[in-house]
């Protein structure tokens, strides 16, 4: 493949299902899911005897259970998966420096330099393919392209327990017939508006003009036409270190009350900004998911101004991103808060005594004492009065989680 560059995407196939048959042989060949299974569960995977009765990841456990009333469905052990994926990666590490994980379950490796080592990508892709079935029983896909977005592409192409190859030379025999929706990026609402344009295969965007793309969705138009070219400059990035801490909740009965929202995104940003000071970390951007109860989800985020930890801060950015659609409000089903960018340190962390403001300091003296009584009498002990509107609720998937900064993020992707 050089003299391009050789990207790899290694996806394990229905990880937390196959984790489950390789450990209990009364359920191989049999469908399984993985996920809660409340009247709010949700499938966090489904094995390939799931799948062909219409199951699949991110999918309500009801409609799951209805589509195949005969699956067997377990809760899940996270720390099998996570021991799993850790002989995984140390796999995948023999190969090349240059691994980018994406979840649990996959990740991009650069093995452009690696093949005076290990031979051609293609023969990198079969070693690696080898080595995890022999080390932990179970198989993935491995795709093998130029680029990050080809690789990805490419890895679903024969799954499962797969490998496909996209050359630079056939790049656009195998991207024109696709669907649009094969794209990044290209969710519902992209789907919709490209339609508009008579746009409904790849090959359609790349001879539309990119002028009309572009006036018609921004830079995303610019980004799709690219994508349709199968142009994808993004490096494979080393760093290892998750950089997010989030907290997300799904509620038993959807929110109907605005306000009761806006509570409980004060008290998720209160949890998220005190678990971050907790880290010695400092974030840069904010965002908030919303799943309503039809289950359509959006995400927004906010790039600050400079780096904080504080609540205040924190809690500000969070509420403005939801109120910029609360006045088309319907019900509720998940809210979340997450931080991303995360430093150790904000960029004038010397001069931080004599710059910051009045308002700043006597955010951070609250911050200071709300941490300590939250340390000492645990995180109930306190509560912020734009939180006090919020009821107590139980939700399906307990209440939030940190991204460890230590470990790969951890976004399943079945």
Same mark, same amino acid.
């Not at 795709?143 to 990805?152: E, I, Q, S, T």
């Given at each position: 493949?050089?003299?391009?560059?050789?990207?790899?995407?290694?996806?394990?196939?229905?990880?937390?299902?196959?984790?489950?048959?390789?450990? $209990?042989?009364?359920?191989?060949?049999?469908?399984?899911?993985?996920?809660?299974?409340?009247?709010?569960?949700?499938?966090?995977?489904?094995?390939?005897?799931?799948?062909?009765?219409?199951? %699949?990841?991110?999918?309500?456990?009801?409609?799951?259970?209805?589509?195949?009333? $005969?699956?067997?469905?377990?809760?899940?052990? %996270?720390?099998?998966?996570?021991?799993?994926?850790?002989?995984?990666?140390?796999?995948?590490?023999?190969?090349?420096?240059?691994?980018?994980?994406?979840?649990?379950?996959?990740?991009?490796?650069?093995? #452009? &330099?690696?093949?005076?080592?290990?031979?051609?990508?293609?023969?990198?892709?079969?070693?690696?393919?080898?080595?995890?079935?022999?080390?932990?029983?179970?198989?993935?896909?491995?795709?093998?392209?130029? $680029?990050?977005?080809?690789?990805?592409?490419?890895?679903?192409?024969?799954?499962?327990?797969?490998?496909?190859?996209?050359?630079?030379?056939?790049?656009?025999?195998?991207?024109?017939?696709?669907?649009?929706?094969?794209?990044?990026?290209? &969710?519902?609402?992209?789907?919709?508006?490209?339609?508009?344009?008579?746009?409904?295969?790849?090959?359609?965007?790349?001879?539309?003009?990119?002028?009309?793309?572009?006036?018609?969705?921004?830079?995303?138009?610019?980004?799709? %036409?690219?994508? +349709?070219? &199968?142009?994808?400059?993004?490096?494979?990035?080393?760093?290892?270190?998750?950089?997010?801490?989030? %907290?997300?909740?799904?509620?038993?009965?959807?929110?109907?009350?605005?306000?009761?929202?806006?509570?409980?995104?004060?008290?998720?940003?209160?949890?998220?900004?005190?678990?971050?000071?907790?880290?010695?970390?400092?974030?840069? #951007?904010?965002?908030?998911?919303?799943?309503?109860?039809?289950?359509?989800?959006?995400?927004?985020?906010?790039?600050?101004? $400079?780096? #904080?930890?504080?609540?205040?801060?924190?809690?500000?950015?969070?509420?403005?991103?939801?109120?910029?659609?609360?006045?088309?409000?319907?019900?509720?089903?998940?809210? &979340?808060?997450?931080?991303?960018?995360?430093?150790?340190?904000?960029?004038?962390?010397?001069?931080?005594?004599?710059?910051?403001? #009045?308002?700043?300091?006597?955010?951070?003296?609250?911050?200071?004492?709300?941490?300590?009584? +939250?340390?000492?009498?645990?995180?109930?002990?306190?509560?912020?009065?734009?939180?006090?509107?919020?009821?107590?609720?139980?939700?399906?998937?307990?209440?939030?989680?940190?991204?460890?900064?230590?470990?790969?993020?951890?976004?399943?992707?079945?």
């Amino acid at each position: 493949m050089p003299p391009h560059r050789a990207i790899l995407h290694v996806d394990m196939d229905a990880f937390f299902a196959s984790v489950e048959q390789r450990d $209990n042989p009364q359920y191989r060949g049999k469908p399984l899911l993985v996920g809660g299974d409340g009247p709010r569960g949700v499938v966090a995977a489904a094995s390939y005897e799931a799948r062909t009765f219409g199951c %699949h990841s991110a999918q309500p456990m009801s409609i799951a259970k209805r589509l195949c009333p $005969n699956a067997i469905i377990v809760s899940g052990r %996270h720390g099998d998966y996570k021991a799993v994926s850790k002989q995984v990666f140390e796999i995948l590490e023999r190969f090349s420096p240059a691994i980018q994980p994406i979840s649990i379950d996959e990740a991009f490796l650069d093995v #452009t &330099g690696s093949t005076k080592l290990f031979g051609s990508p293609i023969d990198i892709a079969k070693q690696i393919r080898r080595l995890v079935h022999e080390e932990t029983q179970l198989t993935c896909s491995v795709g093998v392209a130029p $680029n990050k977005f080809l690789a990805k592409l490419a890895s679903d192409m024969n799954k499962p327990d797969g490998l496909f190859v996209i050359q630079p030379d056939t790049i656009q025999q195998i991207l024109d017939p696709l669907p649009v929706t094969k794209l990044w990026g290209v &969710g519902p609402s992209a789907e919709r508006s490209l339609g508009k344009l008579g746009i409904r295969t790849v090959a359609d965007l790349r001879r539309m003009p990119v002028e009309t793309l572009v006036a018609r969705m921004g830079d995303q138009g610019l980004h799709l %036409h690219q994508l +349709a070219q &199968g142009i994808d400059d993004r490096p494979v990035r080393l760093d290892r270190e998750a950089k997010s801490i989030s %907290h997300e909740h799904t509620f038993s009965t959807d929110l109907k009350d605005p306000d009761e929202v806006r509570a409980l995104i004060a008290r998720q940003a209160q949890d998220v900004a005190s678990r971050l000071r907790k880290h010695q970390r400092y974030a840069k #951007t904010v965002s908030i998911k919303v799943r309503f109860g039809d289950f359509e989800t959006i995400t927004r985020g906010t790039t600050l101004d $400079n780096q #904080t930890d504080e609540t205040r801060v924190i809690h500000d950015a969070a509420r403005s991103l939801f109120d910029t659609w609360a006045r088309s409000f319907k019900p509720v089903r998940l809210i &979340g808060v997450a931080l991303s960018q995360l430093t150790e340190a904000p960029p004038e962390a010397g001069l931080f005594d004599q710059t910051e403001g #009045t308002e700043s300091k006597k955010s951070r003296a609250v911050d200071r004492v709300s941490d300590a009584i +939250a340390d000492k009498f645990g995180k109930d002990a306190i509560a912020r009065a734009s939180t006090l509107r919020a009821k107590p609720r139980h939700g399906a998937h307990g209440p939030g989680s940190v991204t460890p900064l230590d470990q790969p993020p951890e976004e399943p992707n079945q």
